[in-house]
Structure formats: C-alpha cells, structure tokens
C-alpha cells in the first residue's frame, strides 16, 4: 500500500545528510592543499635567509577553491529545483517549501546562510542548529534554518514524498479517483447550532432546476430562526415559496465516505474526525479517528452531519484548515465553524488527510 502521510526528516538524518555534502568541497579543498605543498619555492639565499615562493602553491589551492565553490552553487540550485542534496538522496530526505513543492532558489540560500553562520561556533553552533528541529513545538517539524527560509525536511523512505505527489495536501492519485461531480461545492443555506437541527426547512424546486450541472448553485436568501429552535428545530423561509418538511436526519438516506487510507464508512447522522475526536456533553456521534504522525489534522477536526442524503462538513476551527475539491482540482477553503454541503465525487482534505464522498 503506497505511503499516505507525511513523514518529518529526523534530526539525525538531517545532520547525516548535512555532513555528507560537506564530504565532496572538504576532498578537494584537501586535495588541492596536498598537490600543492611540493609545489611550494624554496631558495636559500644565505646563511641567515631564504626565500619561498608560494605561487605555484595558491593557483592549485585556488583552482581548488574554484571548483568546490562550483560545487557548491550546484548543489545550490539542485536543491532548489528539486530538493535533493547528496546528502538528502542518502538519507531519503527531501526539501520543500511549506506547500510542499521545490524549495526555490532565495530559500535554499537562506537555510544554508544560517547552517554556515552556525559555525562561529565551531563543531558545538553546527550540531546545535542541525537538530533544531528538535526544539519546535509543532511536531518537530522546521528547524531554526527551516523557519527563516520557511522549508520543511521531509523522509520520503517511511512516507509519502509530497514534491512529485501533489504538495503537502497530497494528490487524488492517492484516494479513488472521483467521478466528475454534478454541481460545485457551495457554502451550506443551513443556520444552525452543531447541537440543534433535527430538521430541515428548505423550498420544494426541482433538484435539475435548482442547480444546473456544472454550475455552482445560488446562496438562499436567509430567513430568521424560528422561535422554536431551542427545542431542536431550525426553520428557513426563502421569500414566500412554498417549503417541504424532511423527517429526522437519522432516518435520512445514508452517505459514504472513502478514506485515503482505505476505509470505506458509511454515515448515518452526525460524525466527527480527527486524530482522537471527541464529543461534547455526552453528544451522540460516529467518531472516526486518523493517524496523522506529522500531526496536521487537529484532535477533532471535522464535523459531518448526513441530513435528508447531503453530507454538511464544517470546520471545526482546526489548526491547518479544510478544503474541499471538485473533479477538476479546484479547491475551496472550508472557513471555520461553517457547514458546507459536500456532494458525491468531491474530496474533503483536512491537513494532510483527505477523504471522497459517494451516495451510499
């Protein structure tokens, strides 16, 4: 099974890595300072004095100079366009910037420029500042260099390597693909309280008429909430048209949703997300935990609620956001505490996680 989570680069392997591409400039540097030691003038002129002649010796250690400065640059923009080193290849690591892809030239500088500056203190200032990362609070994520430049260091030998697969959202390819989805994801016409509506009030149109294929559907005009709605009812009006009463949402015709680690659930009524998701008060609800070692995905991250065959996804202010994607790749940001209606064939992604939503 193809790896689905991202996985951060030890700080271990980072320093590995960081001094296998030190190896190649020090070896010719090195070499350079031996070939050209012979090559260093030495003329006794008298007893008392002599004269040596250093030139032969600095154009060879200068050629060298040259050439692990080219090396250098190299590896600069290697780095840059594809987030390889010697080092990273070794250790199966990879550079990218903070969505995931090529790191770019200015960041790459950045993160070396500090590395470097670490060595005003020799050895100590260099091993401190490689294993930085062990100091953020954020899943040892970055590094000091890594937050300057704004990088992250992923292994991409125990997850998934996000440069050729989609970023740090992670691409379709690693869920089912989608079928081209009817209408576009549209902000939900439901105003209501996570803990209230037990039922709907919405007009009786044509589903054809109401929203043509390929063609976002438009927001409702919002009504007042009835005077009833703190006895679990919540009433719309739109205008004077006449409106059609759904029954409870638990008898409600039930929604699947395929999880990119294969899951395949099927929803009733009110569930909840995340990396060990919990309900307040006692509140009945199907909780659906995920891994997530990189920790994107907040403890409860996502509310989903099937109400008469719609699956409603709201955010439940989560530390990295949600988003959801049509056929075509369009993503639309989830804002918090909102309920969105998510049709069948579009995919729910929350931090690095995603799942696709399918009529039962």
Do not use: C
């Amino acid at each position: 099974m193809a790896q689905l989570n991202l996985e951060n680069g030890s700080a271990g392997k980072r320093l590995g890595a960081k001094l296998v591409d030190g190896i190649p400039p020090a070896l010719i540097t090195g070499l350079a300072a031996v070939v050209g030691m012979p090559l260093i003038g030495y003329e006794q002129v008298s007893a008392s004095s002599a004269v040596v002649d250093l030139s032969m010796f600095f154009v060879v250690t200068g050629a060298g100079s040259l050439l692990a400065l080219g090396y250098w640059i190299f590896l600069w923009g290697w780095e840059a366009k594809t987030g390889k080193t010697p080092g990273n290849l070794m250790f199966g690591l990879r550079t990218t910037n903070e969505e995931g892809f090529a790191p770019g030239w200015l960041a790459v500088f950045l993160r070396n420029l500090i590395i470097g500056l670490s060595g005003i203190i020799p050895v100590v200032g260099f091993v401190i500042v490689m294993i930085s990362n062990l100091f953020d609070s954020h899943g040892k994520r970055q590094g000091w260099y890594d937050k300057a430049a704004r990088t992250f260091v992923f292994d991409v030998r125990r997850g998934r390597n996000p440069l050729p697969t989609g970023g740090i959202h992670g691409p379709s390819s690693f869920a089912p693909q989608p079928p081209p989805p009817a209408v576009k994801p549209i902000q939900s016409p439901v105003v209501s309280r996570p803990e209230l509506v037990a039922r709907t009030v919405e007009p009786v149109v044509n589903q054809s008429e109401r929203v043509p294929t390929g063609r976002t559907a438009p927001l409702p005009d919002f009504g007042t909430l009835h005077p009833d709605e703190e006895s679990g009812e919540t009433v719309m009006s739109r205008n004077s048209a006449p409106v059609k009463t759904y029954a409870d949402p638990s008898g409600s015709a039930p929604v699947r949703i395929l999880l990119d680690d294969g899951r395949d659930l099927v929803l009733q009524s009110l569930a909840l997300i995340g990396r060990n998701p919990a309900a307040k008060d006692n509140q009945p609800a199907q909780l659906i935990p995920v891994q997530d070692e990189g920790r994107s995905v907040s403890k409860t991250h996502l509310q989903l609620r099937v109400e008469a065959g719609r699956l409603w996804v709201t955010d439940r202010n989560s530390t990295n956001g949600s988003a959801v994607a049509g056929a075509d790749g369009e993503r639309t940001p989830l804002p918090g505490g909102q309920p969105y209606w998510v049709p069948p064939g579009s995919t729910v992604h929350f931090g690095d996680r995603s799942f696709r939503v399918e009529q039962a």
